[in-house]
C-alpha cells in the first residue's frame, strides 16, 4: 500500500477511535497496563544499576584509592574486593613488618614509602557490642575521620557534627533509632572502659539501613579487645594529585595491599594485564525464563484484547464493505482494521509511559527509604523506553490480526444487504493447532527432566501448547455451537451466539484458557515444592526440645571467663520451664556446644 493509502486508513481509526470512546478505554488500559509495570520496572532497575562514577563514589567519597592489607602476596582485578580477590602466599618485602606477616603492626610508613607524595587517613571496621536499654546490640563500627574532605561522599550528616575526639562517636539514623540512643547520650560498648558521647547522626549512602558507628580510628584502635582477637583489618584512603595507577595497583599487591583505585576502576587495564581474571559469565536461565513469564503475560492481554477488536471490526462492517464496493482491495480492507491497532497501541504506549515516569519520579521521593539500597540518579534510558512503546504497538497489532483477517474477506453484497453470511473454519489452522499442542505438550514435559533449562523449557512449551489451543478455538466453538439445541433456551442462545461470533468469542475463550493453565501450573509447582521440602525436612531438635548455647566471653566487659555446666544447667532450670537439661561438651571446648562422642571421632588418611 501507498503512503496515501496508509494516511487514509489512520485518519479512518483515529476517527472510529475517538467516536467510541468506551471501547478505546478498554483497549489502551488493557494493553497500557503492562507496559506501565514494563515501564517502572525499566526505570527502577536502572535508577538502582549505579553507573560506574556512582559505584566508585560510594566506595572512596572523594578520594583516589583505597587500600587494605591483607598478610600476603594479593592477585586482584580491576575491582579489588568489589568482585574479589585472592591471597598467595606472605607477602615478600625487606621490611621485617611485612615479611613476618604481622596484620597488626601499624603498616602506613610502608605505604608513605611506596605512594610519596599522597596523604593517607586510615579507617578501621568492626563488630562491636553495644550496651543498650534493652540488652546487647551488635553494631558495625566505622573508624574513620569522615569529616576529612577525602571521605566527603561516604556518609551524610543528618544531624550534629563528625567526631573531635576519642570520647566521641556518630551513629545512624537506623542504629540511634535501634539503640534509642539521641545526640548528647552515652554510648558504652561492651569491653571498653570508658563511654562515648554522641555528637551526629548520619546516613550511610550506600545502605538505608545501615546500622554502624563512626569513630576516629585511634579510639577504635586504643580499645579493641586484644585478647578476643577482633582487631578489624586496617585500611586507608589514600588522596593523590595523579591517579593511582595499575602498575601501582601491582607494586602494592606484592607487599601484600589489595588496591581499589579510581582510576583503574573506571579505565580497567587490558585482560592481558591481569593477573586474576574473573568469571564473569552469567546465567541466562533467569533472564530467559522472565522474558518468557512476560511474553506468556502479553499473549494473555492480546487474547483479552482482541475480542475489542472484533466488536469493532464488526460495527466496522458496512463501511469495509462501502470500500470494497468502491474498488478497495482486500489488503486495504485489512489494514483499517490493523490500523485501529497502530492507533490505540500508540495512544497505549505513549499513555503508559508519561504515566510511569509520573509514578517512578513519586515514588522514588516518597519510598526510597524504604529498600535496603540507596537508589541512584533518576535514570531514564530512552531507547528501552521508546521499545517498550513500540511493544504496546505490536501488542496492539497482534490483537487486532485475526479480526483484520476476517474484515478482509467480508462478503460485500451479504454485508450491503444486511446478512452475516456463511462461517468457515479452515482445517488447517485446526491441523496446525493440535501440531503446536502436541509439541507444547512434549517440551514441557521434557523439561521437568532438564536442571539447568527445565523452566525455560516448561515455559516455552506451555507457550506453545497455548497457541496450539488458540487455533483449535473457533474449531471447538463450531462444534460446541452445534450440540446447544440439546440445552434450555437460554444457553442455546448463548452457545449459538459464540458460534456465529467466532472472531470475538474465540479470543476470549482461549484467554480464560490461558488463564486455567498459568493457575494449574502454579498450583501444581507449590504443592509439589511445599511437598518436597515435607518430605526433605529434618528436625534439628525432637519436638518441644530447645538448644541454648553459652559464650565464652562475659556480655559485659567482653572477658574470657569459665563456664561451669552445672550453673548454666540450674539457671535454666530456674528461667525456663524445663523438665530435663542436658550438656553436651564438644571435644577440645570449654564451652556447652553440640559435638560427637570423641569415640565416634576418626581421621581418614
Not at 25 to 35: K, Y
Not at 106 to 118: I, S
Not at 595 to 603: D, H, K, L, R
Request: proline share 6%.
Amino acid at each position: 500500500m501507498s503512503v496515501a493509502s496508509w494516511r487514509a486508513t489512520l485518519r479512518i481509526a483515529r476517527r472510529e477511535a475517538s467516536r467510541s470512546k468506551r471501547r478505546t478505554a478498554l483497549v489502551v488500559t488493557l494493553i497500557g497496563l503492562p507496559v506501565l509495570a514494563l515501564s517502572m520496572a525499566d526505570i527502577a532497575y536502572r535508577t538502582y544499576q549505579l553507573d560506574p562514577t556512582e559505584k566508585i563514589a560510594r566506595e572512596l567519597g572523594s578520594a583516589q584509592a583505597a587500600i587494605q592489607w591483607s598478610d600476603g602476596r594479593v592477585m586482584q582485578g580491576p575491582q579489588a574486593w568489589l568482585s574479589g580477590f585472592e591471597v598467595e602466599s606472605p607477602a615478600v618485602s625487606s621490611s621485617p613488618q611485612l615479611a613476618g606477616g604481622q596484620p597488626f603492626v601499624d603498616q602506613t610508613p610502608t605505604l608513605v614509602q611506596h605512594l610519596p607524595g599522597r596523604r593517607l587517613i586510615a579507617t578501621t571496621t568492626g563488630t562491636l557490642e553495644i550496651k543498650t536499654a534493652a540488652g546487647i546490640k551488635t553494631a558495625l563500627v566505622n573508624g574513620m575521620d569522615y569529616a576529612d574532605p577525602m571521605a566527603r561522599g561516604l556518609v551524610r550528616q543528618v544531624s550534629g557534627r563528625a567526631p573531635r575526639g576519642d570520647s566521641e562517636v556518630a551513629l545512624t539514623v537506623a542504629l540511634a533509632k535501634s539503640t534509642g540512643l539521641h545526640l548528647g547520650e552515652q554510648m558504652v560498648l561492651t569491653g571498653l572502659a570508658k563511654s562515648f558521647s554522641v555528637v551526629g547522626i548520619v546516613e550511610d549512602t550506600t545502605a538505608n539501613h545501615a546500622e554502624a558507628a563512626y569513630l576516629l580510628p585511634d579510639a577504635v584502635a586504643s580499645a579493641m579487645p586484644h585478647s578476643m582477637g577482633r582487631i578489624p583489618p586496617t585500611s586507608w584512603l589514600v588522596a593523590s594529585p595523579t591517579p593511582v595507577t595499575w602498575s601501582d595497583v601491582l607494586a602494592l599487591n606484592k607487599l601484600g595491599f589489595a588496591v581499589l583505585s579510581r582510576e583503574v576502576y573506571l579505565n580497567p587495564p587490558p585482560k592481558s594485564q591481569v593477573p586474576l581474571i574473573q568469571d564473569s559469565s552469567t546465567d541466562r536461565t533467569v533472564p530467559t525464563t522472565a522474558a518468557l513469564v512476560v511474553g506468556l503475560a502479553l499473549l494473555e492481554v492480546v487474547l483479552l484484547a482482541g475480542p475489542a477488536f472484533a466488536v469493532g471490526a464488526r460495527r466496522q462492517r458496512r463501511d469495509l464493505a462501502l470500500i470494497a464496493a468502491n474498488g478497495g482491495r482486500r489488503g486495504q480492507l485489512r489494514n483499517v482494521v490493523l490500523s485501529n491497532g497502530i492507533v490505540l497501541g500508540a495512544v497505549a504506549g505513549v499513555v503508559s509511559l508519561v504515566v510511569a515516569v509520573t509514578l517512578s519520579r513519586l515514588a522514588l521521593r516518597l519510598f526510597a527509604g524504604l529498600p535496603s539500597r540507596v537508589p541512584g540518579h533518576f535514570d531514564l534510558r530512552p531507547d528501552e523506553l521508546a521499545g517498550l512503546a513500540l511493544l504496546a504497538v505490536l501488542t496492539a497489532l497482534l490483537a487486532a490480526v485475526f479480526p483484520a483477517r476476517a474484515a478482509a474477506r467480508t462478503d460485500v453484497v451479504a454485508t450491503l444487504a444486511g446478512r452475516r453470511g456463511a462461517l468457515h473454519t479452515s482445517k488447517w489452522s485446526v491441523i496446525l493447532g493440535c501440531a503446536l499442542a502436541g509439541l507444547g505438550a512434549a517440551l514441557a514435559l521434557g523439561g521437568f527432566t532438564s536442571t539447568e533449562a527445565g523452566p525455560v523449557a516448561i515455559l516455552s512449551g506451555v507457550g506453545l501448547a497455548e497457541l496450539g489451543l488458540i487455533c483449535c478455538t473457533p474449531a471447538m466453538l463450531a462444534v460446541i455451537a452445534g450440540l446447544g439445541r440439546r440445552l434450555p433456551l437460554s444457553p442455546r442462545i448463548a452457545l449459538r451466539d459464540a458460534g456465529r461470533n467466532r472472531s470475538s468469542a474465540a479470543p476470549a475463550v482461549a484467554a480464560v484458557m490461558a488463564s486455567m493453565i498459568g493457575a494449574i501450573a502454579v498450583t501444581i509447582g507449590v504443592v509439589s515444592t511445599e511437598d518436597q521440602n515435607r518430605r526433605s525436612y529434618t528436625a534439628g531438635l525432637p519436638l518441644h526440645d530447645v538448644f541454648t548455647y553459652a559464650s565464652a566471653y562475659s556480655a559485659t566487659d567482653a572477658k574470657e571467663v569459665q563456664i561451669d555446666p552445672t550453673t548454666i544447667a540450674a539457671t535454666l532450670r530456674s528461667t525456663l520451664p524445663v523438665r530435663q537439661v542436658m550438656t553436651v561438651l564438644q571435644p577440645d571446648m570449654s564451652c556447652p556446644s553440640v559435638g560427637a562422642p570423641t569415640a565416634t571421632q576418626c581421621s581418614v588418611l
